[in-house]
C-alpha cells in the first residue's frame, strides 16, 4: 500500500525522479514553456510553484533552499530576477497545463507547461478588445464575437464614378455650343439637297408642257 506517498513515480526511482523535475523545473524556468508528457507536466507543477514562491524574497536562505533542488547557477539567477519581477502580483497559480494530444510514436499523452505571466496575448478569433491569455475566450464564447460583427460597407462606387464623369461631361457641353455663323452654315448645307431635289421636278414638268405642245400644233396643222 502506498500510504502518504504522494505523487507519481514516473516509473523512475526516487533519485531518478527529482533529478527529472529538477531539469524540467530549469529549462521551464529558462525557457518559460516547455512541451512534455502529461504525466510528467502535472508532477512538475507543485515541485515548480513552491520553489517560484520562494523567489518572491530575496534572501540568502531563500537562494539555498532553491539551489537543493535545481542545482543550477543560471535557473536560480533568472528565477530570482526577472521571474521574481513578473510573478510578484500573484498569489499562487503560475503555471498552467495545456493537454496536446497523443504522440505519434507510442500514443503517449503530451501537454505543454508555461508560465501564466509571460502568456498574456489574447486570442485571435474573440472579438473582444480586453486583453485575455491564451484560455480566456472558452467553448463558449469562441466566434461570438465574429457572429455578432457586421462587415464594413464600403462606399459605392457608382458615385464616385459619377462625381468623376460630372466634370468630364460639362466640358463636353460647353463644347459642343454652336456659333451663329455656324448655325448658318449648317442651314445652308441642309436647303442645298432640297434645291437639288427640286431641280429634277421642274425639269420633268417643262418636258411634259413641251409634248403637250407639240400636240396641239400637230393637231392645228391636220
Known amino acids: 500500500m502506498r500510504h502518504r506517498k504522494k505523487g507519481k513515480k514516473l516509473g523512475r526511482d526516487s533519485g531518478h525522479r527529482k533529478q527529472t523535475l529538477a531539469a524540467l523545473s530549469s529549462a521551464l524556468i529558462e525557457h518559460k514553456r516547455i512541451q512534455t508528457t502529461l504525466a510528467k507536466a502535472k508532477a512538475l507543477r507543485p515541485f515548480v510553484e513552491p520553489l517560484i514562491t520562494r523567489s518572491k524574497q530575496d534572501t540568502t536562505h531563500n537562494r539555498k533552499q532553491v539551489f537543493r533542488y535545481l542545482q543550477d547557477k543560471e535557473a536560480i539567477k533568472e ?10 502580483d500573484r498569489p499562487g497559480g503560475y503555471t498552467r497545463i495545456i493537454k496536446l494530444g497523443q504522440r505519434s510514436g507510442d500514443g503517449a499523452e503530451m501537454a505543454m507547461i508555461e508560465l501564466v505571466d509571460y502568456n498574456d496575448v489574447p486570442p485571435a478569433s474573440t ?5 485575455r491569455t491564451r484560455r480566456g475566450g472558452g467553448k463558449g464564447r469562441r466566434g461570438s464575437g465574429s457572429s455578432t460583427a457586421e462587415p464594413d ?3 459605392p462606387q457608382d ?5 468623376e464623369s460630372e466634370p468630364a461631361e ?17 442651314a ?23 409634248a403637250a405642245e407639240d400636240e396641239d400644233n400637230e393637231a392645228a396643222s391636220k
Do not use: C, N, R
Request: charged share 35%; hydrophobic share 35%; aromatic share 2%.
Open 159 to 163: 458615385t464616385e464614378e459619377a462625381a
Open 170 to 186: 460639362a466640358e463636353a457641353a460647353a463644347t459642343e455650343v454652336e456659333t451663329p455663323d455656324e448655325a448658318a452654315d449648317e
Open 153 to 155: 460597407q464600403e462606399p
Open 79 to 88: 528565477l530570482f530576477g526577472d521571474v521574481a519581477d513578473q510573478v510578484g
Open 188 to 210: 445652308a448645307e441642309a436647303e442645298e439637297p432640297a434645291a437639288e431635289a427640286e431641280e429634277p421636278a421642274a425639269e420633268a414638268d417643262g418636258e411634259a408642257d413641251d
Open 127 to 131: 472579438g473582444s478588445s480586453g486583453s
